[in-house]
């Protein structure tokens, strides 16, 4: 499903999306598509996306802090002031974890920065469960080659981000659920030991 559009970049791996409002398309997103610790693409050519996970929401509100005397109502500003437009959105952060490529009918992950830069106005879509468990095994087998990027890029939702992480990687893989569990849990404990410094 796609929820939104690129707008701009903090950083090569690190950008920000607004969600589609009412209205933009056929499919309005809703908060559970564009959940904390949902996974992203965002199309680089025909056989080359880019993998993202949101990592944080900002919701942004003009009228906020707009307290001061006014010549209209937000009704009259449409007569007074055509051009102006109230916008609201909601944005979202996402942080690119590597690639997936298309090799005729298989799809292939690659865990790092991407080498292409994401443009301006890219559509971010979801990834499908398939697309999720393509993208983790790129030689075979489950690997999580992004999450010491992931870890060194901190912030107040790492800790929450990496638990959705894992629990929805136990979820897609099963067999892996006893050693993601050994990583959730010593996770846990090194955020905890850093909070104590």
Not at 85 to 111: F, M, P, Q, S
Not at 153 to 159: I, N
Request: hydrophobic share 40%; net charge negative.
């Amino acid at each position: 499903m796609v929820i939104a559009k690129v707008v701009r970049s903090n950083s090569h791996t690190d950008l920000v999306a607004e969600v589609y409002r009412p209205g933009e398309r056929d499919e309005t997103p809703k908060p559970d598509d564009y959940a904390l610790g949902t996974f992203v693409s965002m199309r680089v050519d025909e056989q080359r996306r880019v993998v993202g996970l949101i990592y944080d929401t900002l919701l942004v509100n003009p009228e906020y802090g707009r307290g001061g005397p006014r010549i209209a109502t937000d009704d009259g500003l449409e007569r007074f002031m055509p051009d102006y437009i109230l916008e609201k959105a909601t944005l979202v952060g996402i942080v690119t974890l590597g690639t997936l490529r298309r090799e005729g009918e298989v799809l292939r992950g690659d865990h790092g920065v991407p080498s292409v830069p994401v443009e301006l106005e890219a559509e971010v879509e979801t990834l499908s469960d398939d697309e999720v468990r393509a993208f983790h095994l790129p030689r075979g087998a489950l690997a999580l080659g992004y999450l010491p990027r992931l870890l060194a890029q901190g912030g107040a939702c790492m800790p929450a981000l990496i638990e959705r992480l894992i629990e929805r990687l136990q979820e897609l893989f099963p067999a892996e659920r006893a050693r993601l569990a050994v990583l959730h849990t010593s996770l846990a404990w090194s955020a905890r030991v850093e909070v104590m410094r």
